[in-house]
């Protein structure tokens, strides 16, 4: 369907502008031919909205004559003879018209003023219909823009949407490949606690799921999913594994992708905790500065132990959900110290705000 033709808005506007057409047309034949002014209103404004449904088909021809497939030459030739053809179509339906109204005694002399004007209507046409050439042209060539532009935009869409999906399927594989070994060395070694691990890790895994399937949730809900897994791992290690939460009252409602923090603790415990005999506190921070949440995991480590931990897998699987969701708004950072290790997530701070994928509504 021709665009003009599509929205109701557009076409009303496209009338307005060929009835000022008209009453430019009309000027033009009363200065150049001394045809009275009502004469050639009369005349003129039927002509030009006449013709403006008729330059209508010039869209179709540029369609059908794109200038990707087909050469200058060849296309000026087709307009050329467009233009032609459908001037003298239109100077002769205006004539008609002429022959038309010269029956009313007002306008008798009509038709001897508009044979006159043939010359200058069929050059107004030609000119008329090579300027909607032009104008169709520059509309096709933004609407296919703007086309190309949304494809692509889908594309990365798509193309984001399925890496989030295959880094977010990443996190309980890796999840529960930790907490089975723990619960197989429990299971020899203190059957009540294995017992104990597995519901608390059934119970984990319902939370983690229904909020795994969300594409933000709270602060609160984060940290609260991160606790309980905590209390997994202390079944464990027992009164090694000690947890201090400092979570500001402001940034408990404020929205973050969900299981950020998971692969954090899980480090805290695996690279930091285990390796200590005495154990240690792990404390889980967040806080609003601005318009900026930073979300920050720290645990006691072992001064002898390795220092790659910024480079694991959970690390930059972190690292990869927050540059797909957020682009250089969001980062994570490694520190460590002779007898610490901190990771920080630094990310937009907005409680009624999505991240840019889920404002697309993406489910992942």
Same mark, same amino acid.
């Given at each position: 369907?021709?665009?003009?033709?599509?929205?109701?808005?557009?076409?009303?506007?496209?009338?307005?502008?060929?009835?000022?057409?008209?009453?430019?047309?009309?000027?033009?034949?009363?200065?150049?031919?001394?045809?009275?002014?009502?004469?050639?209103?009369?005349?003129?404004?039927?002509?030009?909205?006449?013709?403006?449904?008729?330059?209508?088909?010039?869209?179709?021809?540029?369609?059908?004559?794109?200038? %990707?497939?087909?050469?200058?030459?060849?296309?000026?030739?087709?307009?050329?003879?467009?233009?032609?053809?459908?001037?003298?179509?239109?100077?002769?339906?205006? #004539?008609?018209?002429?022959?038309?109204?010269? %029956?009313?005694?007002?306008?008798?002399?009509?038709?001897?003023?508009?044979?006159?004007?043939?010359?200058?209507?069929?050059?107004?046409?030609?000119?008329?219909?090579?300027?909607?050439?032009?104008?169709?042209?520059?509309?096709?060539?933004?609407?296919?823009? #703007?086309?190309?532009?949304?494809?692509?935009?889908?594309?990365?869409?798509?193309?984001?949407?399925?890496?989030? #999906?295959?880094?977010?399927?990443?996190?309980?594989?890796?999840?529960?490949?930790?907490?089975?070994?723990?619960?197989?060395?429990?299971?020899?070694?203190?059957?009540?606690?294995?017992?104990?691990?597995?519901? #608390?890790?059934?119970?984990?895994?319902?939370?983690?799921?229904?909020?795994?399937?969300?594409?933000?949730?709270?602060?609160?809900?984060?940290?609260?999913?991160?606790?309980?897994?905590?209390?997994?791992?202390?079944?464990?290690?027992?009164?090694?594994?000690?947890?201090?939460?400092?979570?500001?009252?402001?940034?408990?409602?404020?929205?973050?992708?969900?299981?950020?923090? %998971?692969?954090?603790?899980?480090?805290?415990?695996?690279?930091?905790?285990?390796?200590?005999?005495?154990?240690?506190?792990?404390?889980?921070?967040?806080?609003?500065?601005?318009?900026?949440?930073?979300?920050?995991?720290?645990?006691?480590?072992?001064?002898?132990?390795?220092?790659?931990?910024?480079?694991?897998?959970?690390?930059?699987?972190?690292?990869?959900?927050?540059?797909?969701?957020?682009?250089?708004?969001?980062?994570?950072?490694?520190?460590?110290?002779?007898?610490?290790?901190?990771?920080?997530?630094?990310?937009?701070?907005?409680?009624?705000?999505?991240?840019?994928?889920?404002?697309?509504?993406?489910?992942?």
């Amino acid at each position: 369907m021709h665009p003009i033709l599509s929205e109701k808005r557009i076409f009303g506007l496209y009338l307005v502008v060929w009835l000022i057409a008209g009453g430019l047309l009309a000027l033009l034949l009363q200065s150049a031919g001394g045809v009275s002014l009502t004469d050639a209103l009369v005349l003129a404004v039927p002509m030009a909205m006449i013709y403006g449904f008729m330059c209508l088909a010039s869209y179709y021809l540029c369609r059908a004559f794109p200038f %990707q497939r087909y050469d200058v030459v060849r296309i000026l030739i087709v307009h050329s003879i467009s233009s032609a053809l459908t001037s003298s179509l239109w100077v002769s339906i205006g #004539r008609s018209w002429a022959s038309l109204i010269s %029956q009313i005694n007002v306008f008798q002399n009509i038709e001897g003023q508009y044979s006159q004007e043939v010359p200058l209507l069929l050059a107004v046409g030609i000119s008329t219909f090579l300027l909607s050439v032009a104008v169709n042209y520059s509309l096709i060539a933004f609407r296919d823009s #703007r086309e190309a532009e949304r494809q692509a935009m889908q594309l990365q869409f798509h193309a984001q949407e399925a890496e989030l #999906r295959a880094l977010r399927a990443q996190i309980n594989p890796h999840f529960l490949f930790n907490s089975l070994n723990s619960i197989s060395a429990l299971t020899t070694a203190d059957p009540p606690a294995a017992r104990t691990m597995t519901l #608390r890790l059934a119970d984990f895994l319902r939370k983690s799921l229904a909020l795994g399937n969300k594409n933000l949730v709270t602060v609160y809900d984060e940290v609260d999913l991160a606790t309980s897994f905590l209390e997994i791992e202390r079944v464990r290690f027992g009164s090694r594994l000690r947890i201090r939460l400092n979570i500001d009252e402001d940034a408990k409602t404020l929205n973050v992708p969900p299981l950020l923090l %998971q692969p954090l603790v899980e480090n805290a415990v695996g690279h930091g905790i285990a390796h200590l005999v005495e154990g240690g506190e792990i404390s889980i921070s967040a806080t609003r500065n601005g318009g900026r949440l930073t979300l920050r995991v720290e645990n006691p480590c072992d001064p002898d132990g390795p220092r790659n931990r910024g480079h694991g897998i959970g690390i930059e699987n972190v690292r990869s959900r927050l540059k797909t969701l957020f682009g250089p708004e969001a980062r994570l950072e490694t520190t460590g110290t002779p007898n610490s290790y901190i990771a920080e997530i630094v990310l937009p701070a907005d409680s009624h705000q999505s991240a840019p994928l889920s404002q697309q509504k993406m489910q992942v």
